[in-house]
C-alpha cells in the first residue's frame, strides 16, 4: 500500500473535523468578560460533537521506536452522530433547581482507524486498522443539591455516562493469520498438520488477516465544575473530572463472518477489562490562551491472553489543545502492554508517544 493511502486519510479526516468547527466569533459576540478573541456563547453550542468521551484523532511518533519500526503513526477517529438529546437533558439539568436526574441518549457512528508509516523501503502502511463501530449513550445529569438561592444555575452537576458499542476490528488482508496455514477449498486457513501449540504460534506480518468483532459496554462517573465566568448566554463547564469501567467481548460475535478465529482467541485473548480516569479544565479567560488541558489514564487486564501477549496494559496521557488552532493540540503520552496495532499484537511496547492531536468531545454548556 502507498504511502498516498495515509495522506489521503489523514488530509480527508482533517478536513472533516475543521469544517466541523465553527469559525471565531467576532469580538462584540464574545462571552461576557473574556479575552478578545475568545470563543462565543454560540460557537461553542454549536460545536458538533455533543458525544461524551468521543476519542480524539492523533498524530504521533513511538520513542523509541525499533519494536514499531515505524516512521510516524495516525490514530484517526471520526464520528457520524445519527440522533442526539443529551443537549436538551443538559439544559433540563441545568434549569431544574433540584437535585433530579435529566436523562438524554445518543447514536452515533464512528470509523476509526491506526495507520503507521514503516521505514521499509518505500515506506509502506503495513497493515493499516479498520475500527467501524455503532454506538448507543445514555446520560443522566444533575446539579450537586437542591438549591433554591438567587445563583442557583452555578451549581456544580454530578453526571454517568453508559454506553454500549458493538464493533469490528480488522487489517484489510487476505493472507493466512499465522506462518503454516494454507488456505483450503473452502477458503479457510489451516495448518497442513497438527496445530502447533499457543506458545508456537507465529503471525505473518506480511499480509496475515486478522479479523475480529466485538461488544462492549462501560459506564463512567463525571462530576462537572460549571464556569462562572459570566457568559452572556449559556454557562459552560470549566473542568471535569471522571471515573470508569469499560469490558470488551470478542467471543459473543466470533461466529458471525468475520469474526475472531478460535487459534487467534486462543493467543490474543477474548476479554479486555479497563479502568479509566480523567481529568480536563477549559481555560478561557483573560490570563490564558484559550484551549483545553487535560489529564487521562487507563489499566487495562486482558484475561485470557497468552503470555506472549501480556496481561496487563497501562497508558497515562496528558494534552493541551488550543482554540485559536481549531482544537488542535499537543500530546505525550506513556504506553506500556501489549502492541495494540493488528498484526503487531504479540509486541510488547514500553514507549514515550509524542505528536499532535485533534477533537474528542465539545465542551459541555447548559442554556441559561
Given at each position: 500500500?502507498?504511502?498516498?493511502?495515509?495522506?489521503?486519510?489523514?488530509?480527508?479526516?482533517?478536513?472533516?473535523?475543521?469544517?466541523?468547527?465553527?469559525?471565531?466569533?467576532?469580538?462584540?459576540?464574545?462571552?461576557?468578560?473574556?479575552?478578545?478573541?475568545?470563543?462565543?456563547?454560540?460557537?461553542?453550542?454549536?460545536?458538533?460533537?455533543?458525544?461524551?468521551?468521543?476519542?480524539?484523532?492523533?498524530?504521533?511518533?513511538?520513542?523509541?521506536?525499533?519494536?514499531?519500526?515505524?516512521?510516524?503513526?495516525?490514530?484517526?477517529?471520526?464520528?457520524?452522530?445519527?440522533?442526539?438529546?443529551?443537549?436538551?437533558?443538559?439544559?433540563?439539568?441545568?434549569?431544574?433547581?433540584?437535585?433530579?436526574?435529566?436523562?438524554?441518549?445518543?447514536?452515533?457512528?464512528?470509523?476509526?482507524?491506526?495507520?503507521?508509516?514503516?521505514?521499509?523501503?518505500?515506506?509502506?502502511?503495513?497493515?493499516?486498522?479498520?475500527?467501524p463501530r455503532a454506538r448507543l449513550q445514555w446520560v443522566g445529569t444533575?446539579?450537586?443539591?437542591?438549591?433554591?438561592?438567587?445563583?442557583?444555575?452555578?451549581?456544580?452537576?454530578?453526571?454517568?455516562?453508559?454506553?454500549?458499542?458493538?464493533?469490528?476490528?480488522?487489517?484489510?488482508?487476505?493472507?493466512?493469520?499465522?506462518?503454516?496455514?494454507?488456505?483450503?477449498?473452502?477458503?479457510?486457513?489451516?495448518?497442513?498438520?497438527?496445530?502447533?501449540?499457543?506458545?508456537?504460534?507465529?503471525?505473518?506480518?506480511?499480509?496475515?488477516?486478522?479479523?475480529?468483532?466485538?461488544?462492549?459496554?462501560?459506564?463512567?462517573?463525571?462530576?462537572?465544575?460549571?464556569?462562572?465566568?459570566?457568559?452572556?448566554?449559556?454557562?459552560?463547564?470549566?473542568?471535569?473530572?471522571?471515573?470508569?469501567?469499560?469490558?470488551?467481548?470478542?467471543?459473543?460475535?466470533?461466529?458471525?463472518?468475520?469474526?475472531?478465529?478460535?487459534?487467534?482467541?486462543?493467543?490474543?485473548?477474548?476479554?479486555?477489562?479497563?479502568?479509566?480516569?480523567?481529568?480536563?479544565?477549559?481555560?478561557?479567560?483573560?490570563?490564558?490562551?484559550?484551549?483545553?488541558?487535560?489529564?487521562?489514564?487507563?489499566?487495562?487486564?486482558?484475561?485470557?491472553?497468552?503470555?506472549?501477549?501480556?496481561?496487563?496494559?497501562?497508558?497515562?496521557?496528558?494534552?493541551?489543545?488550543?482554540?485559536?488552532?481549531?482544537?488542535?493540540?499537543?500530546?505525550?503520552?506513556?504506553?506500556?502492554?501489549?502492541?495494540?496495532?493488528?498484526?503487531?499484537?504479540?509486541?510488547?511496547?514500553?514507549?514515550?508517544?509524542?505528536?499532535?492531536?485533534?477533537?474528542?468531545?465539545?465542551?459541555?454548556?447548559?442554556?441559561?
Amino acid at each position: 500500500m502507498s504511502t498516498r493511502v495515509f495522506y489521503a486519510s489523514a488530509m480527508l479526516l482533517m478536513a472533516a473535523h475543521a469544517n466541523a468547527q465553527p469559525t471565531r466569533a467576532p469580538d462584540a459576540a464574545r462571552p461576557i468578560g473574556s479575552a478578545p478573541g475568545a470563543l462565543a456563547t454560540n460557537r461553542l453550542r454549536a460545536a458538533t460533537l455533543d458525544l461524551p468521551l468521543a476519542e480524539r484523532s492523533y498524530m504521533l511518533v513511538n520513542v523509541p521506536n525499533d519494536r514499531t519500526n515505524e516512521l510516524f503513526e495516525g490514530q484517526l477517529a471520526l464520528h457520524f452522530p445519527i440522533r442526539s438529546t443529551i443537549r436538551a437533558s443538559y439544559d433540563s439539568a441545568f434549569q431544574d433547581r433540584r437535585a433530579k436526574w435529566h436523562v438524554g441518549w445518543a447514536g452515533s457512528f464512528s470509523m476509526m482507524s491506526a495507520l503507521r508509516m514503516t521505514r521499509e523501503s518505500s515506506a509502506p502502511v503495513r497493515t493499516p486498522s479498520y475500527m467501524p463501530r455503532a454506538r448507543l449513550q445514555w446520560v443522566g445529569t444533575r446539579r450537586d443539591s437542591a438549591f433554591t438561592g438567587p445563583f442557583a444555575p452555578l451549581s456544580d452537576h454530578d453526571q454517568w455516562v453508559v454506553d454500549a458499542i458493538v464493533g469490528h476490528y480488522s487489517n484489510g488482508q487476505d493472507g493466512c493469520l499465522f506462518v503454516g496455514q494454507t488456505e483450503n477449498t473452502d477458503g479457510d486457513c489451516a495448518f497442513a498438520g497438527a496445530r502447533p501449540s499457543v506458545a508456537e504460534l507465529r503471525v505473518n506480518r506480511h499480509d496475515g488477516s486478522f479479523s475480529s468483532h466485538y461488544v462492549e459496554g462501560g459506564a463512567a462517573w463525571r462530576h462537572l465544575a460549571i464556569d462562572t465566568a459570566g457568559f452572556k448566554d449559556d454557562s459552560y463547564v470549566r473542568s471535569v473530572w471522571s471515573a470508569g469501567l469499560r469490558y470488551r467481548n470478542y467471543t459473543l460475535l466470533s461466529g458471525i463472518g468475520g469474526g475472531m478465529t478460535q487459534e487467534l482467541q486462543d493467543l490474543y485473548g477474548p476479554h479486555r477489562i479497563r479502568a479509566v480516569g480523567s481529568y480536563s479544565r477549559e481555560t478561557n479567560d483573560t490570563r490564558k490562551v484559550p484551549g483545553r488541558l487535560w489529564v487521562e489514564g487507563f489499566i487495562e487486564a486482558m484475561p485470557g491472553a497468552a503470555a506472549q501477549v501480556g496481561s496487563v496494559r497501562v497508558s497515562m496521557e496528558v494534552g493541551r489543545s488550543f482554540d485559536a488552532m481549531q482544537g488542535t493540540g499537543l500530546f505525550a503520552r506513556y504506553y506500556r502492554g501489549q502492541d495494540d496495532y493488528n498484526l503487531g499484537f504479540l509486541n510488547k511496547l514500553s514507549v514515550v508517544q509524542l505528536g499532535m492531536v485533534l477533537g474528542g468531545e465539545a465542551r459541555i454548556g447548559f442554556r441559561n
